[in-house]
């Protein structure tokens, strides 16, 4: 690991932030009975997935921190509301890039321990940690992204490729002809 590396997950934590916000943005656009739907996604609904995705964020930012909320069940419902969820969706995010601004080589490096839900014990390098916290969001944003176009269509739901964010963001530019 190196300074590329750290600058890697700054840049996956920024990308996580603006994801999370555009998603949350077409979030609001349903009404209450599509965002509360069962539609067969692993955690039932837009709702659903939206609530684990914080719940998982907590839990691991509990493990790797050592502070913070923590929920006891994967598929807990934290917030009832999406303005409630959305807020602390953003406190949340701010938390992760607050965390990610602070990493070394040395931490990276370094073994978390900590137990999984079931109490099993495990250690692996807080980078693979990371590596998961961030595919994990995507993965499941993936499936909310797919229930919101379902409702919404594709032209109404926003892009969130990662290569999209780093041309927004100012990390690729086109080139002169």
């Known amino acids: 690991m190196n300074d590329l590396a750290v600058?890697?997950?700054r840049q996956l934590a920024g990308y996580n932030a603006w994801a999370n916000k555009r998603l949350y943005a077409a979030a609001a656009a349903l009404s209450d009975e599509q965002y509360r739907a069962e539609?067969?996604?692993?955690?039932?609904s837009v709702h659903g997935t939206?609530?684990?995705?914080?719940?998982?964020?907590?839990?691991?930012?509990?493990?790797i921190t050592g502070s913070g909320e923590a929920p006891d069940r994967l598929d807990a419902i934290l917030f009832d509301a999406l303005p409630e969820l959305a807020t602390a969706r953003h406190v949340e995010d701010e938390r992760i890039g607050a965390f990610v601004d602070t990493l070394s080589d040395c931490v990276l490096r370094a073994d978390l321990h900590y137990a999984n839900m079931s109490g099993k014990p495990f250690a692996q390098p807080v980078a693979g940690v990371l590596?998961?916290?961030?595919?994990?969001?995507?993965?499941h944003r993936g499936q909310a992204h797919c229930l919101i176009s379902g409702f919404l269509g594709n032209a109404a739901t926003p892009s969130l490729d990662l290569l999209m964010f780093q041309r927004e963001a100012g990390l690729a530019h086109a080139e002169a002809n």
Do not use: E, P
Request: charged share 20%; no cysteine; proline share 0%.
């Open 7 to 9: 600058g890697r997950y």
């Open 50 to 63: 939206l609530n684990h995705l914080l719940v998982t964020d907590r839990i691991w930012m509990r493990r």
């Open 131 to 139: 590596d998961h916290l961030f595919n994990h969001q995507t993965h």
């Open 39 to 44: 539609r067969g996604a692993f955690f039932g």
